[in-house]
């Protein structure tokens, strides 16, 4: 198919309906316009009609996108995310379909549990005895806008469609919209549905040079990098691997001034990555991460205690929740999902204890999931298991009865397009805040 047909495809009237539908119709975050999508799926025929034409004839313009800042912990500059409004949501999700596809041989993701699996095994060859873990400097503000492009150029050769993404890129990201706001020069702004695959095809030519390397196996999970490899060779690597970078424009952490970032070491002194800890044949999760879980553990209970009205049907939903994930909007969510990969049984029994002394300091009578069992569930039994809840597959029976008996609601009067949305509202949120537990390694 020619490229410009291909990219026509994407942005058909039905094709963004049905991205409406499947992606946005849930979610109550608004960009600069304050135009939320309930107000926005009023409007849906005619602003789709708008998008689908000025997308193909090469005039769209991305609005200003609105400001959010997510903190990254204490003394650390947040991270700021850019939240588009909800015609150029519809659009980004079309032009990062399209981007997938254009770019499908070259550009691979791949969830991070997957690649940990990848780094078990070629460990336990034995092959190799050292490692370089490399991360970049503020990756995304870094990239360049002129070399994207060339990169882009490989695969898409016309004006109109480069010009669309540079309008996204270069649209700029503020707190209140101002006749001054310039555009932005530098940089990939952070949250947007092509943020991601652009990152990667402005990589591309690294990951062909790390795959290139002999005697190595090479990880890159977005600006993270990971080499295994013989000690006798590392510094020579790591400075080619560091000098690859800086000739795209982007700083890597000095594995001799900021240890803590990146590094050069034996794998048998043990090492992290992706948040997980490698120390010989134990493979665990990272204390930070251990501590971030226990922390939300604790809030549950400390939000159940200064709760007005205190359900304890409620907290034990949530507790159970925060302890198996669950499957919704055919992703799995959670800790143990993203751990999956872990091989530290032990760990699991620490946390069930903790869950337990969590219920006797505050005084509760429930009785919570197991760890221990969730992740055994979801390692051996992921599709056939009702342990953790997939929230894909609930009727609209099992939604009401989410609805009344853990969120309280009256539900008199509501159809089932209504039911369906508040249901998707309330899980929405309550994910939202499994994802804060791992929300450093999102891709």
Request: hydrophobic share 35%; aromatic share 12%; with cysteine.
């Amino acid at each position: 198919m020619k490229v410009q047909d291909q990219f026509n495809k994407e942005f058909e009237l039905e094709n963004l309906k049905e991205i409406f539908t499947e992606y946005i119709v849930y979610s109550g975050a608004t960009g600069i316009d304050n135009l939320n999508q309930y107000a926005f799926r009023k409007q849906l025929d005619s602003q789709t009609e708008i998008l689908s034409r000025k997308a193909k004839d090469g005039s769209y313009q991305f609005t200003k996108y609105k400001l959010k800042l997510i903190s990254k912990g204490r003394n650390k500059v947040p991270r700021e995310i850019s939240i588009p409004t909800v015609r150029d949501r519809i659009a980004l999700k079309a032009m990062c379909r399209f981007l997938q596809d254009r770019f499908k041989p070259v550009v691979e993701f791949k969830l991070p549990q997957n690649v940990i699996k990848e780094v078990k095994s070629d460990i336990e060859t034995g092959h190799y005895d050292s490692y370089i873990k490399l991360d970049v400097f503020n990756f995304y503000p870094s990239i360049k806008h002129d070399i994207l492009l060339k990169q882009l150029r490989k695969r898409i050769r016309i004006d109109s469609i480069l010009d669309f993404i540079t309008s996204a890129i270069c649209s700029p990201t503020v707190p209140v919209s101002r006749p001054h706001d310039e555009p932005a020069k530098i940089g990939i702004p952070q949250g947007l549905a092509i943020s991601n695959i652009l990152a990667a095809i402005y990589l591309q030519n690294i990951d062909r040079y790390l795959s290139s390397i002999p005697n190595t196996k090479c990880y890159r999970y977005v600006d993270d990098v990971l080499i295994l490899c013989q000690q006798h060779k590392s510094k020579q690597i790591a400075d080619k691997v560091i000098s690859k970078f800086k000739a795209v424009g982007l700083t890597v952490h000095c594995p001799i001034k900021s240890p803590e970032k990146s590094k050069i070491d034996t794998i048998l002194n043990g090492f992290d990555y992706l948040g997980y800890d490698f120390k010989g044949t134990l493979i665990s999760a990272r204390n930070g991460t251990i501590e971030n879980l226990k922390s939300s553990l604790a809030g549950i209970f400390t939000s159940h205690k200064h709760a007005s009205s205190p359900r304890q049907e409620f907290l034990e939903w949530r507790i159970n929740l925060r302890i198996t994930g669950c499957i919704f909007e055919n992703k799995s969510k959670g800790w143990l999902f993203f751990f999956s990969e872990i091989n530290d049984e032990q760990l699991l029994h620490r946390l069930d204890h903790y869950v337990s002394k969590l219920c006797k300091r505050f005084e509760v009578d429930v009785v919570p999931k197991k760890f221990v069992r969730s992740f055994k569930e979801i390692t051996h039994r992921k599709y056939e298991t009702s342990y953790v809840p997939n929230f894909d597959d609930y009727d609209i029976a099992q939604m009401r009865g989410v609805l009344v008996k853990y969120f309280g609601y009256e539900l008199k009067g509501l159809n089932d397009t209504e039911i369906k949305y508040e249901f998707h509202k309330k899980i929405g949120s309550q994910v939202k805040d499994l994802e804060v537990d791992i929300k450093d390694f999102s891709y």
